[in-house]
């Protein structure tokens, strides 16, 4: 999770248009009908039906096949992977190799594979199609002709340098589920290249610990885990792990005071850390409506601690941080986690947002952002705190002072540590 103004991309690629899975979702939201319908159709579960609005939006935009070849793309690409989801696989090889751009056929195999892996259906299947990615992304990512006419020089370089760690990781990914560790590894170390650990996608990581524990390579990914340990930024597997290994080293008799004396180093470097990056501005007061209609204010909870958190039902990210941000809630009982949905503008937006919160049990305060006069698009609180994405969390002190502002999801563990060394930061003042 990054502090101020700075994004962090996931490691996983996805498609062309989307420029790859962003660990915070940009603030503003397309408008564009056409746009608003290709998303539709990623919801819809029955392939026949994606098949009927392609060919009804075909007609009624007028697309052309080179002109719209992106958007077009998109639509054959969300149908395949709707047969993919239904099991019917020959029709999922239909749309896929009916893509134009070889990176978007490439982006689309590439989330097959990723979609089969994590259902563990057709594990093998999983494993050619992977391959299949990086067999097509090595045969065209240095062919100058394989670049359409339309797409920037400079943006397709830089597609092609991402996509090969995400490419070989989801095929890592699908030789480990096959139990072929050693070439896994091989995979695995590809897609980490020279990455400083530390900052790479953390499942990432964690795979790779554990592909050097099952290549009789023990000491190397000790060593690995504890130096993610000692900064805080190790998952709850890799701790596991962690503990497993120190254990076979040392018995049983030091295991529990040696996490206890990593945690606490682990923390105070987090704060150490976090301390530099701490705000003194007075935080923007606002007044929103919460989801039964009373009005709630930033001024009601002065003399306490205060954690904004601005989300929206459709930013993926934020959504995945939910459940260490409840586990947050549920520790913190004298801070107040005020949940900001901001950027929610498509239809019934309170009945929506109370649907999604009801349906996950969340019990988080929500608020609803409302859009400034005359900008439909410019949020009022959102726009005040000026985050660059979203999900971003804002900690402010109980004299009504923000902080600390920060953005971006990578991991529960992160977002943890992270929060819980704010807020102890920020009680500190």
């Not at 090889?93 to 979609?115: G, H, P, W």
Request: net charge positive.
């Amino acid at each position: 999770m990054k502090h101020s103004s700075t994004n962090r991309q996931f490691f996983k690629i996805g498609l062309l248009i989307a420029f790859c899975h962003l660990a915070c979702c940009a603030i503003a939201q397309t408008k564009d009908p056409l746009q608003e319908q290709l998303q539709r159709m990623s919801k819809e579960k029955s392939p026949e039906k994606n098949v009927a609005t392609m060919n009804e939006l075909l007609t009624a935009y007028k697309l052309d096949p080179v002109k719209n070849m992106e958007d077009i793309d998109v639509m054959k690409g969300t149908i395949a992977l709707s047969f993919l989801r239904a099991k019917r696989y020959p029709q999922f090889e239909q749309y896929i190799n009916l893509i134009s751009n070889k990176f978007n056929q490439t982006s689309y195999l590439n989330m097959a594979a990723d979609q089969l892996i994590e259902q563990k259906a057709a594990l093998v299947y999983a494993e050619k199609l992977a391959k299949r990615t990086l067999d097509l992304y090595n045969a065209y990512k240095d062919d100058t002709a394989a670049r359409p006419a339309y797409f920037p020089l400079e943006d397709w370089n830089r597609f092609m340098q991402m996509a090969n760690g995400p490419y070989c990781d989801t095929y890592a990914t699908a030789l480990l589920a096959n139990k072929k560790y050693q070439k896994a590894l091989l995979y695995q170390e590809k897609a980490l290249g020279n990455k400083d650990l530390a900052d790479a996608y953390l499942p990432a990581v964690e795979r790779y610990a554990l592909l050097l524990e099952l290549n009789n390579q023990s000491d190397k990914a000790y060593r690995i885990l504890l130096q993610l340990a000692k900064t805080g930024k190790a998952s709850a597997n890799m701790n596991a792990q962690l503990r497993k290994l120190y254990f076979r080293k040392n018995g049983a008799k030091a295991v529990d005071s040696f996490f206890v004396r990593l945690n606490e180093m682990a923390f105070q470097e987090l704060k150490n850390n976090l301390s530099k990056t701490m705000l003194h501005s007075e935080a923007p007061a606002f007044s929103l409506l919460d989801l039964e209609g009373n009005k709630v204010s930033l001024a009601d909870f002065k003399g306490k601690i205060v954690v904004l958190d601005f989300w929206a039902t459709w930013c993926a990210p934020c959504k995945a941080s939910f459940p260490a941000m409840q586990k947050l809630v549920e520790k913190h009982p004298d801070v107040v986690f005020l949940f900001i949905a901001t950027n929610e503008s498509e239809g019934d937006v309170t009945a929506r947002i109370k649907g999604f919160i009801h349906e996950n049990k969340y019990p988080f305060r929500v608020l609803i952002d409302q859009p400034l006069a005359n900008q439909s698009k410019t949020f009022q609180v959102v726009a005040a705190y000026k985050p660059n994405g979203i999900p971003a969390k804002v900690v402010i002190d109980k004299n009504g002072m923000q902080r600390f502002l920060s953005v971006g999801f990578s991991s529960e563990t992160e977002l943890l540590n992270e929060m819980e060394a704010m807020i102890t930061l920020t009680s500190e003042q």
